[in-house]
């Protein structure tokens, strides 16, 4: 009896999407269909173009474990470089051949009795254009980047204003800055790298709203020599070995962020402020400082941004925002700070309707509906849903780790659903659901780690209203990489197949339990062999 086919859909070609379609391509021999609403791949590093965007996390970690690239310019690479190493993988892997641009995912729809996926998709250049594709495996691979807040909550008046205004992850390359007055809300990672860039010029005058303070870092950027990189090229493992000392240099960040290591988190902060008051006008230090704990919100690896701050045609404005005029904004001083242009820096939407996808079970019930009965997102690891058989979603809830890098993560969530699929292709298993007392007893477990941790102590885009923590990981990337090395099938219902796979799992954890105490058995009575010979030739 043949094994029947098992097609896989992944929704997005962003960084998630091609390193899906890799490992299953590498592992399975299964070429996945994926559906990009963008006309190319990158997804973030696509889209976001504005001034200074670049990563916060060193070049050499944030990349492919099997696609090391000798050849980075800096420690910290721009967008532009990041997106051309992506679309090299890409290119590199033909993945062109199973990739649809310009679609956008409409809804998917479980369909039980054929256990598959009902997806429609539109043409993004024809709306009136839809289509209908089927697969047995959906990957949701849209990250937590892919929504901006463009309309931040609270904020009246957004519509009034007569200048120009768009979202930083949506910068207008089309609108010129010299000799204009901008307007840019927020003070986070974004602006923190496009004010510099753009207050280059004098004739530019940027008037920042800053809200909250952000606790900002030095970033030891460096450029990477010539000399380096031929190493790094020619020297085999020479950059395995650099890259494995990033790791564990990064990852043991991860002891500043429980409430526990007071002593440790008291000398991280103090070494901070003292970074922050050496660079940072002394008028704005007591708003600059902030009042909350260092690591509650993201921390800032400064581009630039402090010393951006005494130059003549910057001004930071910390009253809180009123309203939005036609002319400007009005703050709660009394002021009306007037303005061409209006940049919203305000980060991306992390809630249930934003991070979810209209993916429906058999029920009828979707998980944007599913999370909000919850709480707010969860998953399984990361990578799991219950009630949605076949379903996985990466760069997930409660995956960030906020120390080290996205793309470490993002490879063990896909190494998880490669393993879920594998009995799908060898033993004909139909579908793998995870249980809702397995989701439960985990997110039970994992929320009482994360609320001993810094994130729980303020509001920001990691945790939710309610209280509930929904985008970080609360312990080091190296514990999350043992817990997502090989799925538990006792975990999930199986449907189909022609073995119980988690009966055949077991069954292999003993036979290598049994031979491992065989084994020390054997050497136990070779030892007292040969310590009874030592006796007696003693004697």
């Known amino acids: 009896m043949s094994k029947p086919r098992v097609r896989v859909a992944v929704i997005g070609a962003g960084v998630s999407g091609i390193i899906a379609a890799i490992e299953f391509k590498k592992k399975l021999g299964i070429e996945v269909d994926l559906f990009e609403r963008e006309p190319r791949p990158g997804g973030t590093w696509f889209v976001n173009t504005y001034p200074g965007c670049a990563c916060d996390i060193p070049s050499h970690w944030y990349s492919l474990s099997s696609e090391q690239n000798p050849y980075w310019s800096q420690t910290f690479s721009s967008q532009g470089e990041i997106q051309a190493y992506w679309e090299h993988v890409f290119e590199k892997y033909h993945l062109e051949r199973q990739t649809r641009f310009r679609t956008s995912f409409v809804r998917a729809d479980w369909d039980a009795q054929r256990q598959l996926y009902v997806i429609q998709l539109e043409d993004m250049d024809d709306r009136s254009k839809t289509f209908t594709h089927e697969a047995e495996v959906l990957v949701s691979a849209i990250g937590g980047f892919s929504t901006p807040t463009e309309k931040p909550e609270g904020m009246k008046g957004l519509e009034r204003f007569h200048g120009t205004t768009f979202h930083s992850a949506r910068w207008r390359h089309d609108i010129p800055l010299t000799g204009k007055r901008v307007g840019v809300i927020g003070n986070g990672c974004s602006a923190a790298q496009f004010i510099p860039i753009i207050s280059n010029d004098p004739q530019t005058r940027i008037i920042n709203f800053s809200r909250t303070p952000s606790w900002i870092a030095p970033r030891f950027n460096m450029t990477i020599s010539n000399a380096q990189k031929k190493a790094f090229a020619s020297i085999p493992y ?143 690891l990361g990578a799991t849903l219950s009630n949605f058989p076949n379903f996985y979603v990466l760069l997930a809830p409660n995956v960030v780790t906020g120390h080290t890098s996205a793309i470490a993560s993002i490879e063990c969530e896909v190494n998880y659903a490669v393993k879920m699929v594998a009995p799908m292709v060898k033993q004909g298993v139909r579908s793998f659901t995870l249980t809702e007392k397995a989701e439960a007893d985990y997110n039970s477990w994992l929320h009482k780690r994360a609320n001993n941790t810094v994130w729980s102590q303020c509001s920001s885009w990691y945790r939710h209203g309610n209280g509930k923590i929904v985008a970080a990981w609360p312990g080091t990337f190296a514990y999350y990489w043992w817990l997502t090395r090989t799925p538990n099938f006792s975990h999930y219902d199986q449907k189909g197949g022609s073995r119980n796979i988690a009966a055949m799992a077991r069954i292999k954890l003993w036979a290598r339990i049994i031979a491992l105490l065989a084994g020390v058995a054997v050497l136990q009575l070779y030892g007292l062999a040969r310590l009874r010979e030592v006796i007696r030739a003693r004697l």
Request: glycine share 6%.
């Open 238 to 380: 020479l950059q395995t070995v650099y890259r494995a000392g990033l790791v564990s240099l990064l990852d043991a960040r991860w002891i500043t962020w429980p409430l526990s290591n007071r002593v440790i988190r008291e000398k991280v902060e103090k070494q901070t402020i003292a970074y922050m008051k050496s660079k940072a006008p002394a008028e704005h230090l007591d708003f600059l400082i902030p009042k909350y704990p260092m690591g509650c919100k993201r921390i800032i690896m400064d581009p630039g941004y402090l010393d951006a701050l005494n130059r003549p045609n910057v001004d930071l404005i910390t009253s809180p925002i009123d309203t939005v005029t036609e002319k400007g904004i009005l703050t709660q001083d009394g002021r009306e700070h007037e303005f061409d242009v209006l940049i919203l820096a305000t980060g991306f939407d992390f809630s249930s309707r934003a991070m979810g996808i209209s993916v429906y079970n058999e029920k009828g019930m979707s998980i944007t509906e599913q999370w909000h009965s919850q709480g707010g997102p969860q998953a399984f």
